[in-house]
């Protein structure tokens, strides 16, 4: 296993430009999450999935963001009309959701530039 | 919601030992986890506490005081690849979701 894969690994953009981000989970995962993190600051959580279902997003997550996860295994997060806020390194991570710890295991992340 | 407190920055020289402190806040605890991250890389879990106690894994330690709202993590024997931020994140299972909040971070210097 390889991991989270998140591509691209970096993104420079122009303001108003859409841009999509793609996570593959870990294959055994059926748990989906993305986070927002910025310089100096922890990750942000923006939104979850449990296999295809998206069940919880951040009240913070301007109508300009998407997420899908189709058909429960990779997903994408759209940005529509980026802003230069929006710049900030996008965090995938997956988890087995079995009780107990249910550790996050992360993905390199996908750094936005907009300019 | 959580309201999550941990120092900025903390510098500690090579060899000796380090201990970051973790504050919260939260109405439905379900487990604090610690992170290691280094610059341009992805957080990378350390150590994971639902009950209170001290978790014990190699050089890194891991506290947990749920009354108080607190944990810490000690890292022995500090060595300059320690140098990294270390994200406390508490899980609340308020609402059914179980999803971690993280703290900002605290960024450790280790120095020779």
């Known amino acids: 296993d390889t991991g989270v894969s998140q591509d691209p690994r970096h993104k420079i953009t122009k303001r108003g430009q859409n841009v999509t981000f793609r996570c593959d989970p870990i294959s055994e995962h059926n748990r989906l999450y993305w986070y927002r993190q910025t310089l100096g600051q922890g990750p942000e959580f923006l939104t979850y999935?449990?296999?295809?279902?998206?069940?919880?997003k951040s009240r913070l997550l301007s109508d300009r963001f998407s997420a899908e996860r189709p058909k429960g295994s990779f997903s994408t997060l759209e940005i529509q009309r980026t802003e230069q806020g929006d710049s900030a390194m996008y965090l995938c991570?997956?988890?087995?959701?079995?009780?107990?710890?249910?550790?996050?295991?992360f993905g390199a992340g996908s750094r936005l530039t907009v300019l | 919601g959580q309201n999550i407190d941990q120092p900025t920055e903390m510098t500690a020289t090579e060899g000796a030992i380090v201990q970051i402190n973790c504050t919260y806040q939260?109405?439905?605890?379900?487990?604090l986890f610690w992170y290691q991250q280094h610059a341009g890389e992805a957080p990378t879990f350390l150590s994971y506490?639902?009950?209170?106690g001290l978790e014990e894994k190699g050089r890194f330690s891991s506290f947990l005081s749920r009354s108080k709202g607190y944990s810490y993590l000690l890292l022995k024997e500090l060595q300059m690849k320690d140098s990294a931020s270390y994200l406390c994140a508490v899980r609340d299972q308020a609402g059914g979701s179980y999803i971690p909040t993280f703290g900002r971070g605290t960024s450790l210097i280790v120095h020779p």
């Open positions: 939260t109405s439905g605890f379900n487990g």
């Open positions: 506490n639902v009950l209170d």
């Open positions: 999935f449990q296999n295809e279902a998206q069940l919880e």
């Open positions: 991570a997956s988890s087995f959701g079995a009780p107990g710890a249910n550790v996050l295991t």
